[in-house]
Every structure is written in C-alpha cells, then in structure tokens.
C-alpha cells in the first residue's frame, strides 16, 4: 500500500490542498483591514475644456457623429489602496450625462480617460527573487541589467498611485449612439477605481466591501461640477478617431473550465 | 484475461464497493461544480482566460469567478459576453454604458443600457469584435457573468488538457485505475 505511486499522489494532494487554503486566507485577510490604512483615496476632478465637433468613428466610415472631447484636471491620492494584495489599480474617468435634452433622465457612463497603476515590485516579488536565487549566466549581460535595476530601485522610493494632471487630454472622444452630444445639459466628471488583488476578489470604489477599502473621504468623491456639452463647432467633418480604418481588437477570449 | 480478473470476482462485495467509490468522487465534484452554478446563476460560474488582452490585469492561464445576479452591469466592471455566432466567451471590461432613450412615461421598461467593451491591454474597443450589425451588448443577452474573483495560475492545467486531447484520456484513465486498484 506504500508504494511510490501512492506517495507521489499524496504529496500532491497535500500541496495542492495546502496552497488553496494559503489562497484562500490571503483572500479572506486582505478583506480585513490590517495594518489599519492611514488615509483613505481621495480624488479631485475638473472640467478645463469641452469641445464638440463632427466626425466618423474611422476613416472608411460613412457615418457621421457627433464626438466631444472634454480636457480635464485631475489630482488624486490613491496611495491608500496599495495593501500587501495589491497587484494592480485600474483609475478611470467617466463623463455621465442625462439622456434627455433637457439634462433630465437616465445616465449615460462613457469612460474618457483610463491608466492601469501596477504595484511597485519589493524584495519579496517575483521578478527579485527569481533574479536573487536564479541569477543569469550571461555575463554580457550583466551591465545592461544591473543598470535596468537601479532605474526600478529609484521608481520605487516613488509612491504608487498619487496622480496629478493639468489639462489632461482625454484618451478617447465620446460621442451618443444617437450621433448627437452637443448641447447636453448636466453632465459630471467622475473618478474611479477598480483593484485587483493577487489572489481574491476585485474591489470597485462603489459596490462590493466597499467599505473597507471603497470609502471616498468625505466631501472628496471625486466627482465635477455639472457641466453642459456646448453646440457643435464648426460644420466640417474633419475629425476622425481611427486614422488607419477599422482595427480588430485582440479577442479576450476564456474558456469555461468544465464543459458538460 | 480473465485470470487477472479472477481475485476481483471473488470479492464482489468489495469490487463494488470501490466502483461506488469511484462514482462518489465523479458525482461530487459534478455537484459541486452545478451547485456554484445554481449560486452565480452563471452557466459557466469558473472560467479560464485564454488571451492576453487583458494584461496585466489577467493573463492566460488565471482562474476567474463569475457572478450573474444583478440586473446591470457598470462601467469598469469586467465582464465575460458570448458573441452570436461565435462560440468562445470574451473577457473584457465595460467601458460605456448608453442609457436607453425616452424619459419617465415613455421610457421602454423593458429596455436596458447599451454596453461598450474594451480590452484593457487593446488600443481599439471591441465593436470589430461583436457580431455583424452590432455594436453594442445588451446585459441580459449577451453576458454570462461580471468578474468577481480572481486565481493566478491554476487554469493552465485546463488549457493544457484542451491544448492536448490526449492529456485528457490519459488522466481520466489513472484516475479509474487508482480508485479501482486501491484496496482497503
């Protein structure tokens, strides 16, 4: 009854029942605010420039629309959200706008800028310690790659997630699938954030345990003044968003893990 | 062959037993795995990515937990739609959410908002991506699940068992045999 077969599926059986427990209490810990955050995120948002003009989605296109382009301001402390299960922050700034001309009615979200902030790499991540026990053989090599470490040693004395923008353009234009944006009244600028954790659940700035690490400071939601889409300048359609025509986007594709 | 056979036959009660074993282990996990499914109210409530689009947030290979419960889906949320037509679910993040138009009295109650998704790692949306004509998601059509939960690592035993066919016999096969074989 002892034989290798059954020592190997053993051992296996144990690793792979002890990783999922570490998993799953790293899940359940980073949920509990320990050690307790300092500050929490804080956000500040502002509209510097809204334009509005005609064009087509992209070159070939046949279709005209309406697309705004909205400069904005943004200062934001974020720091907080760097816990020890940090992988990534993902900030976003959205332009919510009622649907009805009269500045009544459903929102409308349209993300208009985006960064992905990733966790600065310590003493204990990947990359440092393969580098520390697995060092490579190459010596040619050697140079480039210390120098490469001294530039991540110095980024690492910078603080994760503190953002600061002056007259930010946006990184993309929206526009209505009705074709028209301009003159759209009561519209906000809005800051958010989703962050992803090496292992466990993902947490947005509203929603899920939002509490604990979701809650903005008071007064500093980072959200604008009302703000109204201005009339459309200009009758050219000059603009247009895709220079090179349509782009097929990589499809990111996944895969139920038990088909039945 | 019916030799090797033979100290199993004069044991049936215990052959059986094992071969009951056996059953247990497979309807067990078939339960539980229809069991999460019935609580995500999502087909498919683990999925596996399989491309690189959404980097570095997922990359190939990392386990993801599904829920479908709520009637919208917010921008920043990232969700897993099914296009029509094609057959393997894409994994991107919401990024625009189009009220539906009319106000108060004659607003359409059954019409929900129009998504736009993007993956993170992509330049472009993914209106190349939807099917012909459309251009954009509807949340009760077309979703199967927003991201809640996230595993690095584990799926790639999975993309390994469909990469090759084989691996999948093989194992299944061990599988028996180990349960079957097993004495006590």
């Keep these: 009854m002892h034989n290798a077969l059954n020592r190997l599926q053993a051992t296996f059986g144990f690793f792979t029942s002890c990783a999922f427990t570490l998993a799953l209490i790293i899940a359940v810990l980073s949920l509990i605010p320990i050690p307790a955050s300092t500050s929490s995120p804080s956000a500040s948002v502002a509209v510097r420039n809204v334009q509005v003009v005609k064009g087509r989605p992209h070159y070939y296109s046949p279709k005209r629309e309406e697309y705004a382009q909205i400069r904005f301001d943004l200062n934001a402390d974020l720091s907080s959200l760097f816990t020890w299960n940090t992988k990534q922050l993902f900030v976003y700034v959205t332009a919510n706008y009622p649907n009805g001309k009269d500045g009544q009615g459903d929102l409308s979200e349209t993300v208009i800028w985006d960064t992905i902030i990733p966790a600065t790499s310590t003493p204990y991540s990947w990359q440092n310690l393969k580098q520390k026990y697995f060092p490579e053989k190459k010596k040619s090599n050697s140079k480039s790659r210390r120098d490469s470490n001294a530039k991540t040693k110095t980024t690492d004395l910078v603080k994760p997630g503190v953002l600061s923008l002056k007259n930010q353009k946006p990184k993309y234009q929206i526009t209505d699938p009705s074709g028209v944006i301009s003159e759209r009244s009561n519209a906000t600028l809005q800051v958010s954030w989703n962050l992803q954790p090496w292992v466990g659940s993902l947490v947005w700035d509203q929603g899920y345990l939002g509490q604990r690490i979701g809650k903005w400071n008071a007064g500093k939601a980072g959200r604008s003044e009302p703000f109204d889409f201005p009339p459309l300048k200009g009758t050219k359609t000059d603009t247009v968003k895709d220079k090179e025509g349509p782009r097929t986007p990589e499809a990111g594709s996944a895969s139920p893990v038990i088909e039945i | ?184």
């Design chain 2, 1 to 184: 062959m019916l030799s090797s056979l033979a100290p199993y036959l004069s044991n049936p009660r215990q052959t059986l037993a094992q071969v009951l074993n056996f059953a247990l282990v497979l309807s067990t996990a078939f339960m539980l795995w229809k069991s999460l499914s019935v609580i995500a109210d999502s087909p498919s409530p683990i999925v596996v990515v399989l491309s690189g689009s959404m980097e570095p947030a997922f990359q190939r290979g990392d386990l993801l937990f599904l829920w479908n419960r709520d009637k919208t889906a917010e921008v920043g949320e990232i969700v897993v739609y099914n296009v029509k037509g094609k057959d393997i679910p894409i994994v991107h993040r919401v990024v625009r959410s189009y009220a539906p138009l009319g106000v108060g009295a004659d607003a359409d109650a059954s019409a929900s908002p129009k998504l736009l998704t993007k993956g993170d790692n992509n330049v472009a949306d993914d209106t190349e991506l939807y099917a012909r004509g459309q251009s954009y998601l509807d949340r009760k059509e077309d979703i199967v699940g927003s991201v809640r939960g996230y595993v690095p690592a584990v799926g790639y035993v999975t993309i390994m068992l469909s990469e090759h066919p084989w691996l999948k016999t093989v194992m299944l096969g061990i599988m028996g045999l180990m349960v079957i074989l097993q004495r006590e």
